[in-house]
């Protein structure tokens, strides 16, 4: 009864392309990562080591939310969001990020070669304001309009994308207009 696995919650990397005043990864004196931060990352084969083809027959979700890093830094994510959907008939994957890394053609290929599951994969994004500088003051070094860009990518394709925002003092007003703005760009849904 309790060797069947369900669902999973992956810690893909310690990597990060932000740098959160509040994250646990990041030095509050430096700004930088915390020395103990490792750099490292889980490949396509660490995922096969771990999850077996057996598991994924009976695996129902998969959460890629980084408590140390973003699951999309992850070199082999889209091939490890591949072979775990394509390996199991109803697993379904959630990935976590601030969606402020890669090139458009990144996301292009991410967009393309998942777009069959696109009714098994959710996207949840971090932006934590309505414009760059409201949501840089916690979310530091990513771009906000690369982040709607990357977003927009991913509802284009048909992904589920949901619009997680934090809320602080700086941008607790604008909640209603980060709404319309979700509803406008057609997001599933805003936290």
Known sequence: MYNIIKELHIELTDKCNARCPQCVRTNIE?????DWILK?????KDIK??????????LEKVNFCGNYGDPLIATDIISICDYILK??????????????MHSEDWWWELCTKLHTYNKRLTFTFGIDGVNQEQHSRYRVGTNF???????????????????????????????????????????????
């Open 30 to 34: 430096t700004g930088k990562p915390q």
């Open 40 to 44: 490292k990352e889980l490949t396509l």
């Open 49 to 58: 080591k771990i999850i077996s083809l057996d598991d994924l027959a009976t």
């Open 87 to 100: 390996n199991s008939k109803k697993a379904t994957i959630e990935v976590h990020t601030n969606g402020s």
């Open 145 to 191: 309009d690369k982040i709607i860009n990357n977003a927009t990518m991913c509802i284009d394709a048909g992904f589920e994308v949901i619009w997680d925002y934090l809320v602080f003092k700086h941008n607790e007003n604008y909640i209603d207009v980060a709404r319309e703005m979700s509803e406008k760009l057609n997001f599933s849904k805003i936290n």
